[in-house]
């Protein structure tokens, strides 16, 4: 319920400050994601959500080609146990007419390559490998009845920044609506793609994770601001 009370609050104040922040909203069964809810789904299958965070970079709107605005910070480190980061503050608003987004969901190679540094890139923020395998660009951890691994566990660590096996994902989402603040990020459809039962653990790059990272990007749509 906090969480719940805390993301209609973050729709307050976008909507207070017109269109000077994005609000990045992930969702279960259409509606938004509260981690540690039980849920059902339609394999029978119940599960929980105690765990999700993830990276986008580069965040730019555009009115056709014309870019409008960009995110204040190049990479930002989305925490949904943290409702305030989901918001992403603009370094200008957007006074009408944006019909695209663009973000790379994830961090760069070059950033990858330079290695670990501040911030939201700290690696006390528990979102880094090593300097060989880069940054996780999405981390998703829970619980499911299906699932064989220890405690029914289950952990999805996405990463890989090179190579064929890549997972960071160019994004490019056309609003519904100019009035638009909002993307959504469909986390049951996602699972929806994953035999939890089969496979309850990717923790490096690789083929599997560079598959998970293609199914992740069509998980994505902007839409219109709703509670």
């Not at 080609?65 to 409702?83: C, M, N, Q, T, Y």
């Not at 490998?129 to 699932?147: D, R, V």
């Amino acid at each position: 319920m906090k969480q719940l009370l805390l993301f209609a609050l973050l729709l307050a104040v976008i909507s207070l400050h017109g269109q000077e922040s994005l609000l990045i909203r992930p969702t279960f069964q259409g509606n938004s994601l509260v981690l540690g809810t039980p849920y059902e789904l339609a394999n029978g299958d119940t599960l929980e959500i105690h765990k999700l965070r993830f990276y986008l970079s580069d965040v730019q709107v555009f009115r056709g080609e014309e870019l409008l605005s960009r995110g204040v910070k190049k990479h930002i480190l989305l925490d949904a146990s943290k409702p305030e980061s989901l918001a992403i503050i603009l370094d200008r608003p957007i006074k009408g007419g944006a019909d695209r987004i663009q973000f790379l969901l994830g961090v760069d190679s070059l950033t990858s390559v330079a290695g670990a540094t501040g911030g939201d890139l700290d690696p006390s923020q528990g979102m880094y490998w090593t300097w060989q395998s880069g940054y996780i660009h999405f981390k998703l951890e829970g619980t499911a009845s299906s699932s064989k691994a220890r405690k029914g566990r289950f952990m999805y660590h996405l990463g890989g920044y090179e190579g064929p096996y890549a997972a960071q994902r160019t994004i490019s989402l056309s609003f519904l609506s100019s009035q638009s603040a909002q993307i959504n990020l469909s986390i049951d459809k996602w699972l929806a793609g994953i035999d939890i039962g089969q496979t309850a653990q990717v923790m490096s790059p690789g083929k599997l994770s560079s598959q998970l990272a293609d199914q992740l990007a069509s998980c994505l749509d902007a839409s219109k601001k709703s509670p």
